[in-house]
């Protein structure tokens, strides 16, 4: 008689194992023609080949032993069965066998090694063109586990000073970060310039990557550099025919709050009250300003700012006419903020004509809820933050206020190369 042993019986979900068939001759002669076709349970995968065994003769006492690559997918007890075994004994009587069945354990499979968690965060979103500077990001190992190496490369369409310059960490313990900076020049200009970082790291069992693509604002108009002057206009009006505002206190906050920065020094503050159309575009050619502010009522049907006309009345400026002076006279301006009610429209065509970027509101804000987003905004932006974080301070401070009800009415614009993102 023919033999049948499967080895091993005990094996690991998850993890490839080598299953040994086993066919011995018991008899005291030869068998021939000698065929063990077997059938695996769902649940366990037979990796490659065929689920069989085929020997043409097999001496007495002989044994051959073949071997299959099989995979278990759930713990638990299963049956390995067959219902073809035959062939020819020693008398050379044909003989088939039925209903043979062996069992497998599979064994809960073992725990993996934990993975570090990496994240990378883009911390510069400006460049000035043809110029070199820091391009900054930050490297974060999240939870789980330390990692021993890391080594990270910046490309796109940005140039390093030296080639296949790269941020090199020989270890990065779980919790902390660390800022990867680059020096690079942009030698295009765009809204939305890509920027890839790749980063590849060693953790405890293999090694990881990970990578991530950003995109800079590189202007014709550069942004003003680390350490140089800032110059903001706070443009303020308060027309007598309409509900009166608390546009001195608004200016006196973010003068206050500009002073208590660590970035006072380089940041001047100036004021046009009354503002009339024709104020506007004066203090844009006298100022140059790098931010503008205005502050006070807006709306209407064209959803801009409401100046003042000669005789002290409002007048709401066609987005149009607002936009032309910023095209004309104010060719410095990375920012331009609305602070009045129901101005999404200006905001949106400031950025369709290229201004980096601009905030307006969505809908009527109340006077209080707009001196809480100036004061966030300037609090972010005198710590030397860049403009997208002081608009989330700005948002932050409505939040924080008591009722915190208009949080969700500034819209905030970036100029890009297909019209105006919504950040």
């Not at 044909?94 to 497998?104: K, L, N, R, S």
Request: net charge negative; with cysteine.
């Amino acid at each position: 008689m023919i033999k049948v042993s499967v080895s091993p019986d005990r094996i690991q979900a998850g993890d490839d194992a080598n299953l040994e068939i086993t066919l011995t001759n018991q008899s005291p002669g030869q068998c021939l023609n000698v065929i063990f076709a077997f059938r695996l349970p769902t649940e366990i995968k037979l990796r490659h080949g065929r689920s069989r065994v085929t020997v043409d003769k097999l001496a007495a006492g002989e044994w051959v032993t073949s071997t299959f690559q099989v995979q278990a997918e759930l713990p638990g007890r299963y049956q390995l069965t067959s219902r073809s075994f035959s062939y020819q004994d020693y008398a050379g009587q044909p003989h088939t066998e039925d209903g043979y069945a062996v069992e497998i354990t599979v064994e809960p499979g073992r725990e993996p090694l934990p993975e570090p968690v990496i994240t990378v965060e883009q911390l510069t979103a400006e460049l000035p063109l043809g110029e070199w500077q820091s391009f900054r990001s930050r490297v974060r190992n999240a939870d789980r586990v330390d990692i021993t190496s890391l080594k990270a490369t910046l490309s796109g369409q940005i140039t390093t000073d030296r080639p296949g310059q790269s941020f090199e960490l020989e270890r990065l313990n779980v919790g902390d970060s660390a800022e990867a900076s680059f020096n690079v020049l942009a030698p295009v200009a765009g809204t939305h310039v890509p920027v890839h970082l790749k980063a590849d790291f060693q953790g405890p069992s293999r090694a990881g990557h990970i990578a991530a693509t950003w995109t800079v604002m590189v202007s014709s108009r550069p942004a003003p550099a680390e350490g140089t002057p800032v110059r903001i206009l706070f443009v303020g009006a308060n027309p007598r025919d309409v509900p009166r505002l608390r546009i001195d206190e608004e200016i006196r906050e973010i003068q206050e709050t500009i002073m208590a920065g660590r970035e006072r020094e380089r940041i001047s503050v100036d004021t046009l009250w009354a503002a009339r159309p024709r104020d506007i575009t004066q203090a844009l050619l006298r100022f140059s300003p790098h931010f503008v502010h205005f502050a006070g009522h807006g709306g209407g049907q064209e959803e801009s700012f409401a100046a003042e006309d000669d005789a002290g009345f409002a007048h709401v400026i066609p987005p149009d006419g607002l936009v032309g002076a910023f095209q004309a006279v104010g060719e410095d301006a990375q920012c331009v903020i609305v602070n009045a009610c129901r101005t999404k429209r200006l905001a949106w065509e400031l950025a369709e004509a290229g201004v980096p970027y601009s905030i307006g509101m969505r809908q009527p804000v109340g006077d209080q809820s707009a001196i809480w987003f100036s004061i966030g905004f300037y609090q972010a932006l005198a710590a030397g933050r860049p403009v997208e974080t002081s608009f989330r301070a700005g948002i932050a401070q409505m939040k924080m206020a008591p009722g915190g009800q208009d949080a969700e009415v500034p819209v905030f614009y970036k100029a890009g190369p297909n019209g105006p993102v919504e950040l």
